[in-house]
């Protein structure tokens, strides 16, 4: 196989599914179902079952990973805006305690 590198920006309707077929195919369809244009990510009939498994594997754990770490940031982004929003309401009732308008 040769080397190339590829990126394809998924939409939030973006999906995957597959197959298990004589070549098992792992579909990536950036844009949604059938939306114009997919992915497809094939293992050689020359590799075993167990080979198989392994790579499957391998992509999960890359995809659980990518997922987890999304997963951290979003918390972390609500996390930091629930400490802001409750920072502006903790100025807002001490400037109105000491008489303050905004």
């Known amino acids: ?12 309707e973006a999906t995957a ?9 792992l579909y990536i369809e950036p844009d ?3 939306a114009g244009g997919r992915v497809s ?3 050689p009939t020359s590799l075993t079952q167990d080979e198989r498994v392994q790579v499957a594997d391998r992509i999960l754990a ?9 997963v951290a940031n ?5 996390t930091a805006a629930n400490e802001l929003e409750a920072a502006r309401a903790e100025i807002a009732r001490l400037k109105a305690g000491a ?3 905004s």
């Not at 190339?4 to 939409?11: G, P």
């Not at 597959?18 to 070549?23: L, M, R």
């Not at 890359?62 to 999304?70: H, L, M, P, S, Y």
Request: aromatic fraction near 12%; avoid cysteine.
């Open 1 to 12: 196989m040769s080397s190339y590198n590829a990126t394809f920006f998924l939409a939030a």
């Open 41 to 43: 990510l094939q293992i």
């Open 62 to 70: 890359g995809v659980t990973g990518w997922r987890d770490e999304i």
């Open 17 to 25: 599914h597959g197959n298990a077929s004589v070549h098992p195919v």
């Open 74 to 78: 979003a918390e972390q982004e609500r």
């Open 99 to 101: 008489g303050e308008t």
């Open 32 to 34: 949604g179902w059938s």
